[in-house]
């Protein structure tokens, strides 16, 4: 091989070469797209760059916005994950994601995941009631939903506006199937209502809570086990008539940059150990069915041992605009 042709071919290989690091490059790279809080958006990319080296950015808004986004991106996508949405939003948005058979699908029930890998839950939100025992003794606590309609509560509840929120949105839903349905259903909740504090945002009830400034919330159980574990006199009430768990999961996006680095989150954020350790910084409760919760902090009950309530979510989301007016009008009512 003469000179030019000697040189001609290092040039060529070192195209390829740089090429080929590129592409390395561009793999080492994540876009996520959340509504998850901040504490655990810094846990998590904190955790999985240091394990893998791949480089996280964090897209963080409410999961309707999040949507948005992507249905706006459809045809350039940005972002490689969304996580932290809920059920309801994945399934009606599966044509924006990419299948992917997770390596833990077989340690999350079926009703946790889409039967074409669509998305995959990442963890579960119980509907439950949180007391401050300094306000109100343990002997008054209620013991369900039904005793939340006593005049006694009068002014001592807080609730989040279900047009805010969408956990508060199936619990009011919730509430009109368990007590009879129909107009009997929503004649006992809009004297709940009657009895209750309807603040603006979900974090206004259970930091109202854990404060002292409410007696009791109707909120999330993560976040009476958090305000508990941080020294305040926080009780965690799963209702006897019953509760929904809620999921919360992810999904990558069809057509996003960086899908291996996806794939790879998808199976990383649902590795049992690393839904330990996000259970011990903030209590979340894992879509995983072999976490041994007795064991883990705060002691949660499994979900086996509590009463799930009954609950259409496909029938009340696809009425949600009409009910939310309905709920807007009875809190009128109420005020």
């Known amino acids: 091989m003469n000179g030019r042709f000697r040189t001609l071919a290092h040039i060529g290989l070192a195209c390829v070469t740089l090429a080929l690091s590129g592409i390395a490059q561009a793999q080492q790279k994540l876009v996520i797209y959340t509504s998850n809080e901040a504490t655990l958006n810094e846990l998590t990319s904190s955790a999985f760059s240091k394990e893998t080296g791949i480089q996280v950015s964090i897209v963080s808004a409410g999961s309707g916005t999040i949507i948005k986004r992507i249905q706006a991106e459809k045809d350039n996508p940005q972002g490689d994950i969304i996580w932290g949405v809920s059920r309801s939003l994945l399934q009606t948005n599966k044509a924006y994601f990419a ?18 890998n669509l998305w995959i839950g990442t963890n579960l939100h119980l509907l439950v009631i949180l007391q401050n025992t300094k306000m109100l003794p343990v002997s ?41 349905g129909g107009d009997a259903g929503w004649q006992k909740v809009k004297a709940l209502f009657g009895n209750m504090r309807i603040l603006n945002r979900s974090s206004l009830v ?16 993560y976040a009476g086990y958090l305000w508990a574990n941080n020294g305040a006199p926080v009780k965690t009430i799963y209702p006897s008539d019953g509760t929904l768990a809620l999921m919360e999961g992810i999904a990558i996006i069809k057509g996003g940059p960086n899908n291996e ?26 879509a995983r069915a072999d976490l041994d919760l007795s064991k883990l902090p705060g002691g949660m009950p499994s979900l086996s041992s509590l009463k799930l309530a009954p609950y259409d979510e496909a029938a009340w989301t696809a009425k949600r605009k009409e009910t939310l007016e309905r709920i807007k009008d009875l809190i009128q009512e109420t005020r």
């Open 99 to 116: 299948p992917y058979k997770s390596q833990h699908v077989n340690a999350i029930a079926a009703e946790f995941r889409d039967p074409d």
């Open 140 to 180: 008054e606590s209620p013991k369900s939903w039904s005793d939340l309609l006593n005049t006694k509560y009068k002014g001592k509840i807080a609730f989040t506006d279900p047009r805010n929120s969408g956990s508060a949105y199936s619990n009011v839903t919730m509430l009109v199937d368990l007590w009879g």
């Open 206 to 221: 259970f930091q109202g809570v854990g404060k002292g400034e409410y007696p009791l919330g109707v909120s999330l159980e």
């Open 261 to 286: 680095s996806a794939r790879k989150y998808v199976d990383w954020v649902n590795r049992k150990d690393v839904r330990e350790m996000i259970l011990k910084a903030t209590f979340r409760r894992p």
